[in-house]
C-alpha cells in the first residue's frame, strides 16, 4: 500500500459523507450525516451551518493519519453568495420554490435550451433562479458579493479561496453554455459572469486548509485542497475507469434519489434534439465536455411506493422474494403510473396511479422496481443510449430493477459493478486518473419473465402522457 492519505467530502442532498482513503484506492473509513433543510424566513435552505459544524467534527477523527489531500464533492443546483466575511445569506434549498412572480420574471430572462442544455426546472433546479431571487430578496447584502456553486463552498470553507468549476457551473443551471466552454448569454448580460469565483480545473489543488482549520482538526497544515466537483460527475469519473466504460460508447446511470443517465457518445451527437421538456439536459463533464443526460427523481418515487414498508427494495436478503413476487404482478397487470415528483423527469406532467395495487408487500416493491426500470428505459432512450449501461450506486443492488432494464433493452449490455461509494472513488480519479476501481463489472442476466405485453400496456396508459 502507498503511503499517504485521501480523504473525500461528499455533501450530497439526502447525506453528508466523509471518507478516508488509501492512495491506492481502498476505503479505510466513513462518516454520515442526514442532511435536514432548515427554514430562514420562511424559505427552506441549506443547513450549510449545521453541515459545516459536522464536517469540522468528522475531520477530527483523521487527525492522525498521514492526510495528504481533501476532495470536494458537491451535489447540483446549489449556490452561495460571499461577503467579506462568508455567506450573507443561507443558501437555498433546491426544493423551494421561489414566488410565482419573480420566477415568471426570471423564465422571461433565460436563454434557450439550444445554448444552455438546461430545461426550466420546477422550483430553485435552476441554479440561475436562485441567483435571481436572492438578488431581489436582498439587492443590498447581495451587491458585490462573489457566487459560488455548492461543492466549491466546501473548498472555500476549508481553505479560504474561491473558485468555481464547469461541472458544478454546467448542471442544469442556465448560468453556462456547453458547446461554448463559457458562461451563457444571460449570466453575462445580468452580471453573473463577473460574480462567480474564477472558473478552474476541478483537479486542481486551489491552497492549503486554514490556520482556523487545521488547528480545529488536528489535521496537517501542508493539507492540500482540490476544486471539486458535481457528485454526478464523480459517479462518472469512477465508471470510466472500468475497461467496459472507458473510451466506449456507453451510458452511466446513477441511482439515488435521483436517477441520473449520462451518455458518454462514441461520436459526437446532436445535443439541440434532446426533449427539453422531458427532463433531459446537457452535463459538463470533469474535462468540459458536454454529456447528453437525462433523469428522474427515482429513489424519492420508490421510497413514496412502498410507504410504510420498513425493508428496501435493494435489501440482499430479500431479493429472491422480490424476484419470485415479478410473475404475479406481470399476470395481474399491476402497474404504476407516472409520476410520483410533477415536474420531474420523461413524463413531468403525469397523474401517478396505481393499476390494481397488491396487498403483499413482496409484490409491491417489486412493482415499483418495474415501475423504475420502465421509466429509466425510457429515461436512456431519449438521450440516444446504446452499446453498454452501468447502473451504478444504491439502487445497483435492487435486482429486480436491473434484471427488468436489462430485460426491456435486450440490445444493450447492462452492467453493475460490486464497488461501493462511487461518487467518492471518481473523486479520487481527480488525482490519479490511472486509478482502477476494486472488482470488476457484473452483466446483468435479464429478468426470466417476458415482458413484451406488460411494457405495451404500460405504454399504451403513459402513451398521452409523453
Not at 2 to 13: C, E, H, P, Y
Not at 58 to 68: F, I
Not at 333 to 358: C, H, K, S, V
Amino acid at each position: 500500500m502507498r503511503q499517504g492519505a485521501i480523504i473525500v467530502i461528499d455533501i450530497g442532498k439526502t447525506l453528508s459523507k466523509v471518507s478516508l482513503w488509501s492512495r491506492d484506492g481502498h476505503m479505510v473509513d466513513r462518516q454520515t450525516r442526514a442532511n435536514l433543510p432548515c427554514q430562514v424566513d420562511g424559505v427552506r435552505c441549506l443547513d450549510a451551518v449545521g453541515i459545516g459544524d459536522w464536517l469540522l467534527d468528522a475531520l477530527t477523527h483523521y487527525a492522525g493519519q498521514p492526510v495528504e489531500c481533501i476532495v470536494p464533492v458537491g451535489h447540483g443546483a446549489g449556490v452561495v453568495a460571499l461577503g467579506q466575511s462568508g455567506p450573507v445569506m443561507s443558501p437555498i434549498d433546491y426544493e423551494q420554490a421561489p414566488p410565482q412572480d419573480i420566477l415568471a420574471a426570471y423564465r422571461r430572462e433565460r436563454d434557450p435550451f439550444a445554448v444552455t442544455g438546461s430545461p426550466a426546472l420546477p422550483d430553485g433546479l435552476n441554479m440561475g433562479a436562485q441567483i435571481f431571487w436572492m438578488d431581489r430578496m436582498a439587492p443590498e447584502a447581495m451587491r458585490g458579493t462573489i457566487l459560488l456553486p455548492w461543492a466549491q463552498y466546501w473548498s472555500w470553507f476549508l481553505t479560504g479561496r474561491a473558485v468555481s468549476e464547469v461541472t458544478s457551473l454546467g448542471c442544469h443551471s442556465d448560468v453556462w453554455a456547453p458547446g461554448d466552454a463559457d458562461f451563457s448569454p444571460m449570466a453575462r448580460r445580468l452580471g453573473w459572469a463577473e460574480r462567480f469565483a474564477p472558473v478552474v480545473p476541478a483537479a486542481e489543488t486551489i491552497g492549503t486548509l486554514t490556520a482556523e482549520v487545521a488547528h480545529r482538526t488536528g489535521l496537517p497544515a501542508s493539507t492540500r485542497v482540490l476544486a471539486g466537483l458535481h457528485d454526478s460527475n464523480a459517479a462518472l469519473l469512477a465508471a470510466r475507469g472500468f475497461a467496459e466504460i472507458a473510451g466506449q460508447e456507453a451510458t452511466v446511470l446513477s441511482t439515488g434519489t435521483w436517477f441520473v443517465a449520462m451518455r458518454l457518445p462514441s461520436s459526437p451527437v446532436d445535443l439541440s434534439v434532446l426533449p427539453e421538456a422531458r427532463d433531459c439536459l446537457v452535463n459538463v463533464d470533469a474535462y468540459g465536455h458536454p454529456v447528453p443526460s437525462a433523469r428522474f427523481m427515482g429513489g424519492r418515487e420508490i421510497e413514496s411506493l412502498i410507504e410504510i414498508d420498513t425493508r428496501r427494495v435493494d435489501i440482499k436478503p430479500d431479493q429472491p422474494a422480490l424476484l419470485a413476487a415479478v410473475e404475479g404482478v406481470l399476470a395481474s397487470g399491476t402497474m404504476i403510473l407516472p409520476t410520483l415528483a410533477p415536474g420531474f423527469g420523461p413524463y413531468p406532467d403525469g397523474q401517478f396511479e396505481w393499476i390494481n395495487r397488491p396487498d403483499d408487500w413482496f409484490a409491491r416493491r417489486a412493482a415499483a422496481c418495474l415501475y423504475a426500470a420502465l421509466v429509466a428505459d425510457t429515461a436512456i432512450g431519449l438521450i440516444g443510449s446504446r452499446g453498454r449501461v452501468l447502473v451504478e450506486g444504491r439502487f445497483a443492488e435492487a435486482e429486480v430493477f436491473v434484471r427488468a432494464l436489462a430485460r426491456l433493452r435486450p440490445d444493450v449490455d447492462v452492467y453493475v459493478g460490486h464497488a461501493q461509494h462511487d461518487v467518492s472513488f471518481g473523486a479520487l480519479r481527480l488525482i490519479d486518473p490511472g486509478l482502477r476501481p476494486g472488482g470488476s463489472l457484473t452483466r446483468v442476466r435479464p429478468l426470466d419473465a417476458d415482458m413484451t405485453d406488460y411494457r405495451a400496456a404500460w405504454a399504451d396508459r403513459v402513451r398521452i402522457l409523453a
